[in-house]
């Protein structure tokens, strides 16, 4: 399978379009979603609570064996709303309820040596929530996409983050990365984006 990076963007993504997800009632299975279905879920519209997107060069750990809180730009929302973001990539639910998430990453290295292979997982109230997800990256300027789409069930005030890691029986390398179209044609991928959507 080629980089998803390197596949043609849908000007206007249609309801038939698919996204890739996980069968969490079929062994963790990856499968194909149509939008349709996703936005059908039990027949119920959602709406969207929350987008961001961090565009920085790269974020991620420093060394091998640690945990690396992800930030997704800047602070959004207050109280009022179902859902907020601050500076250091909290995500706190205000409002009870079933949400959407779309989290999507683009992982790379900038030196050369050995594989690297990086971990990475939601984590809801500081306790891990669902399956972690490894990356493995080989060669510098590898970018690596990755995107999961998951329910979650919340009550309000719990907090959501998102952390990756190096580790530590693989060279010490990668990040997050963001990527910029030398051509002028796209707008820039970023390193860690998020879409929230909240059943309504």
């Keep these: 399978m080629g980089y998803i990076a390197n596949y043609a963007q849908a000007t206007a993504p249609s309801l038939t379009d698919k996204v890739i997800g996980t069968d969490v009632d079929n ?20 709406t969207n609570v ?18 690396y809180q992800v930030v997704i730009g800047g602070a959004q929302g207050t109280v009022s709303d179902p859902v907020m973001l601050d500076a250091s990539g909290n995500i706190t639910f205000n409002q009870a309820g079933t949400y959407l998430l779309i989290a999507q990453g683009c992982f790379g290295r900038t030196n050369g040596g050995a594989n690297a ?20 990256i080989k060669d510098s300027g590898d ?6 789409t998951v329910p979650i069930v919340v009550t309000a005030g719990q907090v959501l983050t998102f952390k990756v890691s190096r580790d530590s029986g693989f060279f010490n390398e990668g990040s997050l990365v963001s990527s910029t179209d030398t ?6 991928t970023p390193n860690f984006k998020i879409n929230i959507l909240k059943v309504k």
Aim: hydrophobic content about 40%; aromatic content about 8%; cysteine-free.
């Design 50 to 67: 929350l987008s961001a997107e961090d565009v920085a060069v790269s974020q991620g750990p420093s060394t091998t064996n640690s945990l």
């Design 27 to 46: 062994n963790n299975a990856t499968k194909n979603f149509t939008i349709q279905d996703i936005l059908g879920l039990g027949g119920v519209p959602l």
């Design 143 to 148: 970018k690596l996409p990755y995107e999961r």
């Design 117 to 136: 292979l990086m971990h990475f997982a939601a984590f809801l109230d500081g306790v891990q929530e669902g399956a972690t997800q490894s990356i493995g």
């Design 183 to 188: 051509d002028g044609l796209f707008t820039i």
